[in-house]
DNA sequence: ACGCGATCTGCACGGCTGTGCAGCAATGGG
DNA sequence: CCCATTGCTGCACAGCCGTGCAGATCGCGT
């Protein structure tokens, strides 16, 4: 027999297997007399509560599914690996649904949560289908989701439209005008909010902006998108990247391909704080996000909800701060 | 009640428990059209197999544990993502540890991992304690680890060594002789042979090497040993660092602080080609890792264990291959 | 029409745990 | 010294599933 059950320890100890049990229960009633036995056998057995039965029992387990795409790049990376840290230190177990791109994967892994009896779901990124959201809600899963506006679950909001509004009004106080965007057309919520309240801010301050998309939100998009903006037309002084892995693509263009400096020539300001953004090759102006406080909303959010399942759905912001580095000086 | 449960669906379509279980299991014996009573009436309540239950029976369940330290930078992040990608197209259930720095974290995530009777568990970084080893011993956790000589278990190494000696050679082969290595003093096993295998090659070809440490294997250990390789001392003009993150370190010290030129002062290799190594501003050659091979051998390794359990370790190696790009180009 | 084989179905059991309930010992107070 | 109360313990049951086994059904050949 692989594993020790319950029943061995007690004979072990010489006690009946409710005992056993109760010891390893939280707030049940044991003699400290007995609850030492136990745990002696317990060491000398190497026993561990079978938690699949003990989840048979409560119908629920300490699962939390964890969905994202691209789990390994830029700022997601950051986030996930905060969000499983703080659920392990939480007691639950972080399973990571690394969805590829196909629809059929992710309904199957919500299935095997489902099947687990997964305590809840937190959703960090990607356009999760309509049905997901109605078998979370059918099979009862809360659903925490972070960076969207899903009105039928919990979420974690960053203040992008503010930031972004920042960032124009800040670009315009320095007396630059010919200003330009870059976002992506595989644009996930959070990335498309950004451009528009840029865009938004800057035509209301009775400004033009440009606009550039690369195809997805990392450094090839911000290489092609550089490309476009200075392949033609009039070259913008200011440039804002709705993340700064675009930024880091359009820097290297701006500088390796057109020769012009950052910041005399053009300003620069991204997105989420990464790591590379302070490296010295780029030293990239940006609105930092912290993930461990982004993941301590989303945990607080999982804890509020166990407790009282039938609250209204609830909403944190996190407001990002500007991070003022080489690529856009201090006003 | 939340869930649904065989029972219902077996009054739904009219028929035994049994024959609902059986239409879930693969290979069991059903007729075709019970199968289809059955998938109709469970459609129609939303029920799912209670994965907890049956694993109580089998006594294991499809978790995988995945564990790692800091999963979100450089190339641990890639084999990470690849690897939970790999585990749920096999219809495992990746658990992600992330292992804060204490040990005791992770030991209990370890007995949750054997609580819940994971399948077994991949070992990417860090240095658990022996503990860890003998109780995944002692409950039978078939163990596979990712880039160090653990002999108790399953594993997949890089070529590191060779790698090394090649990038020696290499060095060596084009003229230049005042080399050095960059690595940590927080290394890991692959780090360490990484740098090993550099000063032996070199030395057995009568070439001194200089060595310098960071603190940890990341961009600052990159910028903070390249300063102690420039400030005193005949500057070597070819570095082999032991990860690309320290090359990037490196880079941006030599060019911005020291004013030297790539690769016409010196030259430069790293490891592991993660994507930033082709960014314009960098254009590391490096030993190009696939995460994805890499996650393949192991997931296959665990495929094979499970057939076998009682079949001596294996061990597969994955050969890097040069990329070159300009911070050394191709002799 | 009948017998035989094959296929499927239902029953009952086993796997491991948490917990209500009743009983037991111990303890304290009168 | 006796009784009430308290605090533990053990029994038995519930929770959901997979599967061996025996019985039922069905088809088919003669």
Same mark, same amino acid.
């Given at each position: 027999m692989r594993f020790v059950s319950a029943e061995q320890v007690a004979q072990l100890a010489g006690v009946s297997r409710s005992a056993v049990s109760r010891t390893f229960t939280e707030g049940a009633s044991v003699a400290p007399a007995t609850r030492e036995k136990v745990l002696k056998a317990a060491e000398e057995l190497g026993y561990h509560v079978n938690d699949l039965a003990r989840g048979v029992l409560a119908n629920q387990s300490r699962l939390v599914g964890v969905v994202a795409t691209k789990p390994e790049i830029g700022f997601r990376a950051h986030l996930t690996a905060a969000l499983t840290k703080a659920l392990i230190r939480r007691g639950s177990i972080p399973v990571l649904i690394?969805?590829? %791109?196909?629809e059929e994967e992710l309904l199957a892994a919500q299935k095997m949560l489902i099947g687990h009896r997964a305590e809840a779901t937190v959703i960090l990124s990607g356009s999760p289908p309509e049905s997901f959201f109605e078998l979370a809600q059918r099979n009862g899963q809360p659903l925490v989701v972070i960076g969207r506006s899903e009105p039928d679950a919990d979420r974690v909001l960053a203040g992008n439209a503010e930031a972004s509004r920042d960032a124009a009004e800040v670009f315009m106080t320095t007396g630059r005008r010919r200003l330009a965007v870059i976002g992506s057309r595989s644009a996930t919520p959070s990335i498309a909010e950004r451009e528009n309240a840029f865009v938004a801010a800057a035509n209301a301050a009775g400004c033009e902006v440009r606009i550039a998309h690369g195809r997805d939100s990392d450094y090839d998009g911000g290489l092609a998108a550089a490309r476009s903006l200075f392949a033609e037309g009039e070259w913008p002084d200011a440039i804002f990247c709705a993340n700064d892995l675009l930024a880091f693509g359009a820097m290297d263009v701006i500088r390796q %391909?057109?020769?012009?400096?950052? =910041? &005399?020539d053009v300003a620069l300001i991204g997105f989420d &704080?990464? =790591? %590379? @953004? @302070?490296?010295l090759s780029y030293g990239l102006t940006t609105f930092r996000q912290d993930p461990a406080a982004i993941a301590a909303r989303a945990v607080m959010l999982l804890d509020r909800r166990q407790q009282n399942p039938d609250e209204p759905r609830a909403c944190e912001r996190v407001i990002p701060q500007i991070v003022f580095r080489k690529s856009f000086l201090h006003p």
């Open positions: 690394n969805t590829g %791109e196909t %391909e057109f020769s012009l400096s950052i =910041p &005399d &704080d990464v =790591p %590379e @953004a @302070a490296w």
